[in-house]
């Protein structure tokens, strides 16, 4: 009798255990809604009119569920950075973002830029405009654009980079060669929440799979 009260116990845990953690799955979004949601989070901080100018959708993925990442191409001027900004949604809510989430504006252009690397000595052999990251607060990532100048891509030996902060004009140059500061952030689609429902239904799997072959004793 106690085994048999410990196991109701158990089956009644898990399955309190799966239905809390539905709760990740309780809002539900299509694909247009997540892309608005990421779009008035970033105009929550540049403002509408510089969002329009600056930021175009790219695409959307998801692993099923309410789980999204929306990515965007951010354009300055004529030049569209190679990395493409992202806000990660979970259960239809900005989980994190990595974006450019201040109004920042270039004042050094390509020509501009190409001249402060062959002042220091570096050939415009291989031109880059990207995003690099400014800050970090909470789970949002800060973005700002640079620029980098390499030559002597092939030599390990010979070869220079130059990186400019396209806002401010500072420059640092890697000698040798090295890879600007990384902007990418984890999408972790396994939360807890997922983990705990998926553990309460093999939990209570397995209690119907042992209560199934004690009777057939």
Known sequence: MKTRNLLICFMIVAILVSLGSTSVFAQECTQDQARK??????????????FNE??????????????????YQIKFDNEVASYEPRIVLKNCVVEAANAVLEPLEITVERSGAIQIAQENGIDAEVVGF???????????IYLKPYWQITMNLQNPELCKT??????????????PCSLAPGTGIKVNY????????????????????????????
């Open 37 to 50: 949601i990421a779009d008035d989070f970033i105009i929550s901080y540049v403002g509408e009119s510089y």
């Open 54 to 71: 600056h930021y175009v959708f790219s695409k959307i993925e998801s692993p099923g569920g309410t789980d999204y990442a929306v990515y």
């Open 162 to 175: 130059i990186i400019i902060d396209a806002v401010t004009g500072d420059y640092t140059i890697e000698d």
């Open 190 to 217: 396994f939360t807890t929440e997922v983990i705990l429902f998926y553990c309460g239904i093999i939990a209570f799997i397995i209690i119907l799979i042992y209560l199934f072959f004690k009777k057939k004793k």
């Open 130 to 140: 990207s995003l690099i990251q400014d800050k970090i607060q909470d789970n949002i």
